[in-house]
């Protein structure tokens, strides 16, 4: 490193505005990553939580499985019996507006239907399970951030349906949407959708058989989906992850373009210093070494602290705004940093052939 | 390695080297035979185009000629692979450039100290030899400088002492004194003979002007390729 460090310092202006450009990447990297988890906890943390390992939609249907996929829970029974299914209990899954009943306050819900007592039922943080033969539901974290408490009652529209609040859960929301977890006969006359007692028909209706387990042969006809094969239906997840996605590859490819321009510059300006060096005798590998020492230096210390930067400000979001869907996930952020720093030295690669393919007579100088 | 020539300097055997082929191929050394003994200094003039450049880069291994031989203090430059050229140039060759050619970044002690550092570390010895030569050169009070802050002079005793660094057996010098004016190149020359002279460096020194030829043991003049 012994001319990449003294290059560093006397040049230090230019690689300070490159390490600048590569450390406000890095913020940014850092912010794409936690709204991508964000969006994936807003949009099915009610999926990424439930216990169940399959999901057995009606067979046929297609496009948006949990708003269009209707099973008869009866045969939940027959899955239970499938080799490989160590239980199965039938789901529903609806989106529906509510206003608590004392304050007035509108909120939209998704319900989530469940036998009581079954594997997909819920323990509550606080309060009580739920029970068969009652209304009561426990809500998740974005109703409670939302003021809702334990002894609320939410007022389903249309159906009219009364929800007292008995328990609270963690993040359970789905598209977006707060989630509720309800007694399957509750959801039920939610789903039917008008009020009054609705027909004994509607009791026949869930969205999916959850299944523990992943079905061998003899299962009965039906759309089989792993849970995480699932979030693909739940509202806008799809359009959501790939527009992330997207954002984040063109970002890693302007900064691998940004850090290769800036080496291929700066190699083309010390080409003389380069040519010096090789006619003095120094190998090739010498002055890679070097430059890739000089390279790794830039992008380590610029994406490192641009990273602690943008984690800051993930935090400082998390604390001061908690409705917008962001998360601090250092796992991301540690593969986003790798990514910077490996596509980085990628770039600068072509730089590098600039210095195989200077010819040392280049130093005998401008008599030449 | 035929010892035919019992020179530990420098010695070109009828070399010629063609650059390009067919229409193109021009021939800038043309059968020459040069033998320089350690510690001799030896002046090359000629016209521009005339060769001298060549000359020096063949006898520097920067590139090997397309006929004769080369010898660099007893090693047969011939067939020798790139690489091993390269460890030539960093243990036996010294090169004064034309333009100084001083990476601006470096101070003057690291100018010379970059050349030790090619060849693994810097060692003890190698910086005490760095400030012998600093002080030779009468440069210790702008150890460091760089080079910006220096006058082309001073910035061309840099490049002599650097070449020096490596105790080469072969001191190769490209028109140092090309940038300066009378009284500066004239120092520049002495300060090369005298070096060469003290260290025992098979010498070559490339210029332009003839009134600068008193210091050297000898003179040859370039023509076309052709030593007279
Ligand atoms: N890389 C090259 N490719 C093709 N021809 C070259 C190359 N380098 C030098 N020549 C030619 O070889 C001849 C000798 O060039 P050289 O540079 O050795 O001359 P010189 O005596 O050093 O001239 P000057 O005093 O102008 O520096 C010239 O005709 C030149 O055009
Ligand atoms: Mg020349």
Same mark, same amino acid.
Do not use: C
């Given at each position: 490193?012994?001319?990449?460090?003294?290059?560093?310092?006397?040049?230090?202006?230019?690689?300070?505005?490159?390490?600048?450009?590569?450390?406000?990447?890095?913020?940014?990297?850092?912010?794409?990553?936690?709204?991508?988890?964000?969006?994936?906890?807003?949009?099915?943390?009610?999926?990424?939580?439930?216990?169940?390992?399959?999901?057995?939609?009606?067979?046929?249907?297609?496009?948006?499985?949990?708003?269009?996929?209707?099973?008869?829970?009866?045969?939940?029974?027959?899955?239970?019996?499938?080799?490989?299914?160590?239980?199965?209990?039938?789901?529903?899954?609806?989106?529906?507006?509510?206003?608590?009943?004392?304050?007035?306050?509108?909120?939209?819900?998704?319900?989530?239907?469940?036998?009581?007592?079954?594997?997909?039922?819920?323990?509550?943080?606080?309060?009580?399970? @739920?029970?068969?033969?009652?209304?009561?539901?426990?809500?998740?974290?974005?109703?409670?951030?939302?003021?809702?408490?334990?002894?609320?009652?939410?007022?389903?529209?249309?159906?009219?349906?009364?929800?007292?609040?008995?328990?609270?859960?963690?993040?359970?929301?789905?598209?977006?949407?707060?989630?509720?977890?309800?007694?399957?006969?509750?959801?039920?006359?939610?789903?039917?959708?008008? *009020?009054?007692?609705?027909?004994?028909?509607?009791?026949?209706?869930?969205?999916?058989?959850?299944?523990?387990?992943?079905?061998?042969?003899?299962?009965?006809?039906?759309?089989?989906?792993?849970?995480?094969?699932?979030?693909?239906?739940?509202?806008?997840?799809?359009?959501?992850?790939?527009?992330?996605?997207?954002?984040?590859?063109?970002?890693?490819? =302007?900064?691998?373009?940004?850090?290769?321009?800036?080496?291929?510059?700066?190699?083309?300006?010390?080409?003389?210093?380069?040519?010096?060096?090789?006619?003095?005798?120094?190998?090739?590998?010498?002055?890679?070494?070097?430059?890739?020492?000089?390279?790794?230096?830039?992008?380590?210390?610029?994406?490192?602290?641009?990273?602690?930067?943008?984690?800051?400000?993930?935090?400082?979001?998390?604390?001061?705004?908690?409705?917008?869907?962001?998360? @601090?996930? *250092?796992? *991301? =952020?540690?593969?986003?940093?790798?990514?910077? =720093?490996?596509?980085?030295?990628?770039?600068?690669?072509?730089?590098?052939?600039?210095?195989?393919?200077?010819? *040392?007579?280049?130093?005998?100088?401008?008599?030449? | 390695?035929?010892?035919?020539?019992?020179?530990?300097?420098?010695?070109?055997?009828?070399?010629?080297?063609?650059?390009?082929?067919?229409?193109? /191929?021009?021939?800038?050394?043309?059968?020459?035979?040069?033998?320089?003994?350690?510690?001799?200094?030896?002046?090359?003039?000629?016209?521009?185009?005339?060769?001298?450049?060549?000359?020096?880069?063949?006898?520097?291994?920067?590139?090997?000629?397309?006929?004769? !031989?080369?010898?660099?203090?007893?090693?047969?430059?011939?067939?020798?692979?790139?690489?091993?050229?390269?460890?030539?140039?960093?243990?036996?060759?010294?090169?004064?450039?034309?333009?100084?050619?001083?990476?601006?970044?470096?101070?003057? !002690?690291?100018? /010379?100290?970059?050349?030790?550092?090619?060849?693994?570390?810097?060692?003890?010895?190698?910086?005490?030899?760095?400030?012998?030569? /600093?002080?030779?050169?009468?440069?210790?009070?702008?150890?460091? !400088? $760089?080079?910006?802050?220096?006058?082309?002079?001073?910035?061309?005793?840099?490049?002599?002492?650097?070449?020096?660094?490596?105790?080469?057996?072969?001191?190769?010098?490209?028109?140092?004194?090309?940038?300066?004016?009378?009284?500066?190149? $004239?120092?520049?020359?002495?300060?090369?003979?005298?070096?060469?002279?003290? !260290?025992?460096?098979?010498?070559?020194?490339?210029?332009?002007?003839?009134?600068?030829?008193?210091?050297?043991?000898?003179?040859?003049?370039?023509?076309?390729?052709?030593?007279?």
């Amino acid at each position: 490193m012994f001319l990449a460090l003294r290059d560093l310092r006397f040049a230090r202006g230019r690689f300070a505005l490159m390490g600048i450009v590569v450390g406000l990447i890095a913020v940014l990297a850092v912010l794409l990553t936690g709204l991508a988890n964000g969006l994936v906890n807003d949009g099915v943390s009610a999926l990424r939580t439930m216990p169940a390992t399959h999901l057995a939609f009606e067979p046929g249907v297609q496009g948006n499985l949990f708003s269009r996929s209707s099973v008869d829970p009866a045969e939940a029974r027959r899955w239970s019996q499938v080799p490989g299914v160590r239980e199965a209990t039938p789901y529903g899954n609806t989106l529906a507006h509510a206003k608590e009943a004392h304050t007035g306050k509108d909120v939209d819900i998704a319900v989530f239907g469940v036998e009581p007592g079954s594997f997909l039922a819920p323990e509550p943080d606080t309060g009580r399970p @739920l029970e068969a033969g009652t209304d009561g539901v426990l809500v998740s974290r974005k109703l409670t951030d939302e003021g809702i408490k334990v002894g609320d009652t939410l007022v389903v529209e249309r159906s009219e349906v009364r929800l007292p609040v008995v328990g609270t859960v963690g993040d359970a929301s789905y598209g977006h949407v707060a989630g509720v977890y309800a007694p399957l006969k509750t959801w039920q006359r939610i789903q039917y959708g008008l *009020p009054g007692e609705p027909p004994a028909a509607a009791f026949e209706v869930a969205t999916a058989i959850a299944l523990d387990g992943e079905p061998g042969s003899g299962a009965p006809d039906a759309q089989v989906l792993s849970v995480e094969e699932s979030y693909g239906h739940s509202p806008g997840y799809t359009a959501e992850q790939s527009t992330m996605k997207m954002i984040q590859f063109f970002l890693y490819v =302007i900064s691998m373009f940004v850090v290769g321009a800036f080496f291929v510059v700066w190699t083309v300006q010390r080409k003389d210093e380069i040519a010096l060096v090789r006619a003095l005798g120094g190998s090739v590998g010498y002055l890679v070494r070097d430059a890739v020492a000089q390279v790794l230096v830039v992008l380590v210390s610029a994406t490192v602290a641009g990273a602690a930067l943008g984690a800051g400000l993930v935090a400082l979001i998390m604390s001061t705004a908690p409705a917008m869907p962001i998360a @601090l996930v *250092p796992g *991301p =952020i540690v593969t986003a940093m790798a990514l910077l =720093i490996a596509l980085g030295v990628l770039g600068a690669v072509a730089a590098l052939r600039k210095i195989t393919s200077t010819d *040392p007579l280049l130093a005998l100088g401008g008599n030449r | 390695m035929t010892a035919t020539v019992t020179t530990t300097g420098l010695a070109l055997d009828g070399v010629t080297l063609e650059y390009g082929s067919g229409d193109t /191929l021009v021939t800038a050394l043309d059968e020459v035979t040069l033998t320089v003994e350690p510690g001799q200094f030896v002046a090359v003039v000629g016209p521009s185009g005339s060769g001298k450049s060549s000359l020096l880069a063949v006898a520097g291994a920067l590139i090997h000629p397309t006929r004769g !031989r080369v010898r660099i203090a007893d090693v047969e430059v011939s067939g020798t692979k790139a690489r091993d050229l390269a460890e030539l140039r960093r243990t036996r060759i010294g090169y004064v450039f034309q333009s100084g050619n001083l990476p601006a970044s470096l101070p003057v !002690r690291d100018q /010379l100290l970059l050349v030790p550092h090619l060849s693994g570390r810097i060692t003890a010895d190698a910086r005490a030899y760095a400030d012998e030569l /600093l002080e030779a050169v009468g440069l210790t009070a702008k150890a460091g !400088r $760089r080079p910006h802050e220096l006058s082309g002079g001073e910035r061309q005793r840099v490049g002599l002492a650097r070449a020096l660094m490596n105790r080469p057996a072969v001191l190769l010098a490209d028109e140092p004194t090309a940038a300066l004016d009378r009284r500066r190149a $004239r120092e520049i020359v002495a300060l090369l003979a005298e070096q060469s002279h003290r !260290r025992g460096a098979a010498t070559v020194m490339v210029t332009h002007d003839t009134e600068l030829l008193d210091s050297a043991d000898r003179v040859v003049h370039m023509r076309d390729g052709r030593l007279e």
